[in-house]
């Protein structure tokens, strides 16, 4: 049996770092992911899903100019703002 960790894929559209990132925010991409998983399961392989959220990294591009939002004050990008818990409660959902 081998595992295959796929490329790192993003959840919420803010989460997305580059423009042509593999993502998980809209539903017609669930049948490309399924038919993926289908062609490894097949083959006797197990799929794994690397999903990340490039906080301070996101380039404001990616995400149509909105402020990235960053788990800490830890400076990477000088757009990013810090999304302590209570405004990430707040934050705009996908």
């Known amino acids: ?17 580059l423009p042509k990132m593999a993502g998980l925010d809209r539903d017609d991409y669930i049948s490309g992911y399924r038919e993926m ?29 909105k402020i990235p939002l960053a788990p800490s004050t830890v400076s990477i990008s000088p757009s990013a703002r810090f999304c302590a818990t209570e405004s990430a409660e707040n934050a705009e959902k996908p």
């Open 1 to 17: 049996m081998r595992l295959i960790i796929s490329s790192f894929t993003y959840v919420p559209p803010d989460g997305r770092g």
């Open 37 to 65: 998983t289908s062609a490894v399961h097949e083959r006797g392989g197990k799929l794994a899903l690397q999903v990340v959220h490039l906080g301070a990294q996101t380039k404001t591009k990616s995400i149509e100019g």
